[in-house]
């Protein structure tokens, strides 16, 4: 049975794994910073870490998805990412392959 | 240890091994994200160490997280985070080995008698050439294989309390001082392993050249030569990696002094250590650097040291000071290291 429990995880972490890009991508077309993203999106059901978050967040902006700037402002600094206009094409476009995905799949799954 | 300085740990341990052009950015925001979590979890009271490290479990292990920032697909012959140290260590080898090429290269292009000017400065940059590919080559295939293997570059910390401290500037081991004795050492290994005919030529004539050691010596106790400069490259890496003065330094520089002084003990206490036609030439050049035969102090020394030139005694001296300050001052920056 633990062995199932496993497996199981194993799979939801495998499952999220290829959204994880689309959710961030998506809740970034305000300004968000790293703590906030995984605080709103663990709130709405989809729990992410934070040591994956961050290191995403990066990788995104290296490819020029996301952008950032340090506002040291506030009495704490935070990085607040913003989405580019690349990213914003991009995210229509996995938005779109993901509702036909998961179209095409519930459909498979209903028969 | 409390939560300022375990923080600061983590942080280092997991942002070293990163590209230098992010590694503070990310320190930062790792910083920003730490006391984020920490402020949450106490509820505006001070946190305590317990909710630190609670807050560092959470995040993971270093090692994983730094893995994470520089994500491994494999596609490279060495990716991110070897390929930073890579480039630091093939600098550092580039350059010993140009130097050491260098001088051994003039050395025997003016040992050997024939060829032009032009023929000699060819094969000079030849043979530098050939050891930067030699050096490029070497260095290349075994941290590609470090890479593919995914050996790891830290040990796995298992507990926080674990964590090495983030050396400070005095405990710090300057990159200048290491790859200056890694130059030397290179010198050492071809001046007495790879060309001891040559080893440290004295006098250059038409007739060949007269260098200062007994070269049958040398190859006798070649072993020896070889040994040392393991131990001494040994001490080197450890304290490339560990870059600051810490029980490992120590350790190994204790087991280095104790090489050379066994090989300058067994070395100088062989018959003829000194090439006999350097006795010769020297004598009749400089007498006055001998120490005459009947010099009171001079009884004291074994006989097979009493032929030797006042200067090289001096130097034999000096190099074996020289070891011991260096011990002695390794000794006190480690133990102010354990103390702090």
Known sequence: MNDLNAIYANFVVELRRGVTNLVVLNQCQQPSYGYQLVKNLAERGVPLEANTVYPLLRRLEDQGLLRSDWDTSAEKPRKYYQITEDGLELLAQITASWRESVKNIEAILEE | ?340
């Open chain 2, 1 to 340: 240890m409390d939560s300022k300085e375990l923080i600061k740990r983590y942080i280092y341990a997991v942002t070293k091994n990163l590209p230098v052009s992010n590694r503070q950015d990310v320190a930062r925001e790792l910083q920003s994200l730490i006391d984020e979590t920490l402020a949450e979890r106490s509820q505006g009271a001070q946190p305590t160490d317990a909710d630190t490290k609670a807050v560092l479990m959470e995040l993971g292990s270093p090692s994983d997280l730094a893995a994470k920032y520089s994500p491994q697909t494999k596609d490279a012959l060495i990716g991110q985070p070897y390929f930073s140290v890579y480039l630091r260590v093939l600098k550092i080898v580039l350059l010993a080995v140009t130097l050491g090429m260098t001088i051994a290269a003039l050395v025997q292009a003016f040992t050997s008698v024939e060829g032009s000017v032009l023929v000699i400065l060819g094969s000079v940059l030849g043979s530098i050439w050939q050891g930067l590919l030699g050096g490029f080559a070497w260095v290349t295939l075994i941290f590609a294989i470090l890479y593919q293997k995914d050996v790891k570059l830290d040990a796995d910390i298992e507990d926080l309390d674990d964590l090495p401290a983030v050396p400070e500037k005095r405990q710090e081991i300057k990159l200048s001082e290491i790859i200056t004795s890694f130059i030397f050492t290179i010198l050492f290994l071809i001046l007495f392993v790879i060309v001891p005919q040559v080893n440290i030529p004295f006098l250059v004539q038409p007739s060949g050249l007269t260098s200062i050691f007994n070269a049958d010596v040398l190859i006798r106790l070649r072993w020896l030569f070889i040994a040392v400069t393991a131990a001494a490259v040994l001490n080197q890496a450890v304290r490339f990696i560990t870059r600051r003065h810490s029980l490992p330094v120590f350790i190994t520089t204790l087991l280095e002094m104790i090489m050379q002084t066994a090989l300058l003990l067994t070395w100088f206490s062989t018959p003829n250590v000194l090439n006999p036609a350097f006795s010769a030439e020297l004598g009749s050049l400089v007498p006055s650097f001998f120490v005459p035969a009947n010099w009171a102090p001079l009884q004291l020394l074994p006989q097979t040291l009493r032929m030797m030139p006042l200067l090289l005694l001096i130097v034999l001296g000096g190099f074996l000071l020289g070891s011991l300050i260096e011990l002695i001052e390794t000794s006190v920056r480690t133990f102010r290291e354990v103390k702090a």
